[in-house]
């Protein structure tokens, strides 16, 4: 199959997992969308909200629709890395054995991320950066594709542990689920409180959506788009000769070069999935906000003047 013949399969195979998904998901179109972006993307996700959005729901159907394997990790203070990785046993002829934990699966959703100690983090992040996880001097892949959805609540931040700004970076969308509408509500609550239960077919296996990653990253990008990519994450710089008088003002740490690519990957993405075969500035507008949101660091004069990290990005727009 040619590549844009591909790219028209892959237009087609997002509507039906959008209308899938949206069975059982009401509403948070933007949530669902950054999501998949993600997943097409090959990169981790970040769900920031306060409790009772369906964040670890929306994560089971997403799984549930791509035919994947799916693990919940709950994060608590005492959690250890051997919990998430696993461990090595003995078995019954004296052999060590390495038994597997819950990070082996296809879509993990570590749910409330923020709540266990660096040390059970810092596992997490060779296993997002690397796909793979070492014990024991043993080196293990995990399977493929693989997605770390983690979900962090912004209120109640006692007993909490701030991720540190080198895992944050590994998260290439930071994604903000905010609460429904009035009349989404109301759908929400009816649906909820009723006895039907929803049966969702799967849209694509796991080798269709490392296809699709691959046919993402064929996508050429004009060198407009590029040079724009790369020049705004300049201008969240402090010590950038193009950084705006904003950033100086509000920022005290800009978004790396991860940041970069990642701007290019998504606005690939989120061009492919538009029936477009090419990516323009627009489609870098459009995922500007997830990425760079968590990458920026504010001063004490944005939080005291009330500008959001949202804000300062979307006057850097």
Request: charged share 25%; with cysteine; aromatic share 8%.
């Amino acid at each position: 199959m040619s590549d844009v013949a591909a790219l028209n399969q892959l237009v087609v195979e997002y509507k039906k997992l959008k209308a899938e998904i949206h069975k059982v998901i009401i509403g948070q179109d933007e949530v669902v969308d950054q999501v998949l972006i993600s997943v097409f993307s090959k990169g981790h996700c970040l769900l920031v909200g306060v409790p009772g959005l369906a964040k670890t729901l929306l994560v089971n159907t997403i799984a549930q629709t791509l035919g994947l394997s799916f693990n919940r990790i709950q994060f608590t203070p005492d959690l250890m890395p051997t919990d998430i990785i696993g461990s090595e046993i003995l078995d019954e002829n004296r052999n060590f054995k390495f038994l597997k934990g819950p990070l082996f699966a296809n879509i993990v959703l570590a749910d409330e991320i923020n709540r266990t100690p660096p040390k059970t983090q810092a596992a997490l992040l060779e296993a997002m950066q690397e796909r793979s996880v070492t014990t024991a001097g043993q080196n293990y892949p995990l399977p493929h594709p693989f997605f770390v959805l983690a979900t962090q609540n912004p209120i109640e931040q006692e007993g909490t542990y701030p991720l540190p700004e080198a895992q944050l970076d590994r998260f290439m969308f930071n994604i903000w689920v905010d609460y429904p509408s009035y009349e989404e509500e109301i759908a929400i609550v009816r649906s909820t409180t009723t006895e039907s239960e929803t049966k969702l077919q799967q849209v694509l296996s796991g080798d269709q959506i490392v296809e699709f990653q691959k046919l993402i990253r064929r996508i050429p990008v004009p060198d407009n788009v590029l040079e724009y990519a790369v020049k705004l994450v300049g201008r969240t710089r402090v010590n950038s000769e193009t950084a705006p008088k904003l950033t100086k003002d509000f920022i005290t740490w800009g978004a790396g070069p991860r940041a970069s690519q990642n701007l290019i990957v998504g606005a690939k993405c989120h061009a492919a999935l538009r029936g477009k075969y090419s990516p323009d500035i627009e489609d870098v507008k459009a995922v500007a906000l997830p990425i760079l949101r968590h990458r920026l660091v504010r001063n004490y004069r944005a939080e005291a003047e009330g500008y959001s990290m949202d804000r300062i990005i979307q006057e850097l727009l």
